[in-house]
């Protein structure tokens, strides 16, 4: 058995679908190598799989288990408190490639991160640099802040004081009284970021990396603001919830037409909103024209994340800290305005109705942005922004709707990709084995129309050999022949007849 029939045939094994809890227990031997870990962080694992691999005493294993997408994240939670700093910081971390759908990680493993006192039995990280790679993860979800504000542990209040703007009006008055002198000097410093005075005279200076973030953020003075108009920086401005009515007349008539498209749906603009609609620039009216539907500023946000994208947007999808109502969705998917239905489009949550109705929008990124989000999108929508775009392809093949068939029409597609979806087809009566494409032959391998027979061929040859042992018609038995042959050091290949 040369070592590259090996190597093809522990991966294709790995990630066999079909393949039993007892032959992928037998990939966490450390003699499978890359395979195992390829199979511990990307694929769906039975419960006898997860909790091998969470006891493994291989930190590589534990490793590639915490960065597992397709896992519920809850089966997951010893890793949080793993004796090695390096698991803890993998599951901290997140997915190695991140997915679109940002899942984010249960209460309680969250509070155990932020509540550890050091970052593992082996001390090669900290608890710190754990908490950084938390924070740059994006699985902590945005109501988190809220719901920490009243918790016993000090280190939980201080973590929602430093999200200051996200709280309560009840929640910040609490944390300026809290019993712990960190916690009430952390809502001391969030509670100035609302004092125009106070920011005023800790502004940063031009230059340093806070300066835009305070000013895109904070309540300012009007001091403040006039010296950003005569320093010509304004474009934080235009993205302050907290800019006076006045400055934001002035940059509704701004000569940058971007600055004009920045303020044009803010949900506070007043007169100057109709002076907008008749701006000379056609981005700037168009978005003028959505501002009477924009009353709040969770629909705000909600349109930004649709307004400034193209159809090939693959930017993350989460969820918001506050949501509008079901009503203004249903309200955005009838509208006259293409980007108002892509927002309702990107809404899970629109009713099925809808959902029928905007399947067939003529505006196609209506349609793309329903394929991307939504979990009642028919399959042949998917199948269709499958094939017409490519960007979305690789989020597409994650959603449970994906159609598994009715795609042999696409084999004689010019595009490889395609093709290797149509090749898996169990409903493809000859899976395209000889195609000039790597991918395609691997995929039309994993077939499971083919024999017995064909398998045992494909087996054998480099081309195919992954794809064969990924294939779901393979018994277990054989499997395992495999697999005595790729960790126990066999030299000939195992044949039909051994199983």
Avoid at 28 to 39: C, H, P, R, S
Avoid at 81 to 92: F, H, N, Q, Y
Avoid at 329 to 341: D, H, I, K, M, N
Wanted: aromatic share 4%; net charge negative.
């Amino acid at each position: 058995m040369s070592d590259s029939l090996r190597e093809l045939w522990l991966r294709g094994i790995a990630s066999n679908a079909a393949a039993p809890a007892d032959v992928l227990i037998r990939l966490l031997d450390e003699a499978a190598g890359e395979a195992g870990l390829l199979m511990c962080e990307g694929r769906d694992l039975p419960d006898a799989v997860i909790d091998a691999a969470l006891r493994h005493p291989v930190e590589r294993i534990r490793r590639a288990l915490a960065r597992n997408l397709h896992v519920d994240p809850a089966r997951l939670a010893p890793l949080a408190s793993d004796p090695s700093g390096l698991v803890r910081a993998r599951l901290a971390g997140g997915t190695r490639l991140q997915p679109r759908w940002v899942r984010p990680l249960p209460d309680d493993i969250l509070v155990t991160f932020l509540t550890a006192q050091e970052g593992g039995e082996d001390g090669r990280v900290t608890e710190q640099e754990i908490v950084g790679e938390l924070w740059s993860s994006r699985q902590v979800p945005p109501s988190f802040p809220r719901d920490m504000a009243g918790h016993d542990h000090p280190a939980l209040r201080l973590y929602a004081a430093f999200q200051w703007q996200s709280l309560t009006a009840a929640q910040r008055n609490a944390l300026l009284d809290d019993p712990d002198p960190a916690v009430r000097e952390a809502a001391r410093r969030g509670s100035r970021q609302l004092d125009p005075e106070a920011v005023e005279a800790e502004l940063p200076p031009i230059g340093s990396r806070n300066r835009w973030f305070v000013l895109g953020t904070c309540a300012l003075s009007p001091a403040v603001v006039e010296q950003c108009f005569a320093d010509d920086e304004v474009h934080p401005l235009a993205r302050n919830r907290h800019t006076p009515a006045d400055a934001l007349a002035r940059l509704a008539r701004h000569p940058d037409a971007e600055i004009r498209r920045l303020v044009a749906t803010r949900p506070d603009l007043g007169p100057e909103a109709a002076e907008l609609r008749q701006d000379p620039d056609e981005d700037v009216r168009m978005r003028a024209r959505l501002q009477p539907s924009i009353r709040t500023w969770a629909e705000f946000q909600e349109v930004q994340k649709v307004v400034d994208h193209g159809p090939d947007c693959t930017c993350p999808i989460t969820q918001p800290a506050t949501e509008p109502s079901p009503d203004w969705y249903a309200t955005c998917a009838a509208s006259e305005e293409p980007v108002l239905r892509r927002v309702a489009a990107s809404w899970p949550g629109l009713p099925a109705e809808l959902v029928g109705t905007l399947a067939l929008d003529d505006d196609e990124q209506v349609r793309i942005r329903l394929a991307c989000h939504h979990p009642l999108a028919q399959p042949h929508l998917l199948l269709d922004v499958f094939v017409t775009r490519p960007a979305h392809r690789p989020h597409l093949l994650t959603l449970p709707a994906f159609p598994r068939t009715g795609r042999t029409h696409l084999i004689g597609h010019p595009d490889p990709e395609v093709r290797a979806l149509a090749a898996a087809d169990p409903a493809l009566h000859e899976p395209p084995l000889e195609d000039p494409d790597d991918a395609v032959r691997r995929a039309a391998a994993t077939n499971p129309t083919l024999t017995p027979e064909t398998l045992e061929t494909l087996l054998t040859d480099l081309r195919t050999a992954e794809g064969a042992a990924a294939n779901p018609s393979l018994p277990a038995p054989r499997m395992h022949a495999l697999l005595d042959h790729c960790l126990n050091g066999a030299v000939t290949p195992p044949t039909a007849a051994r199983r």
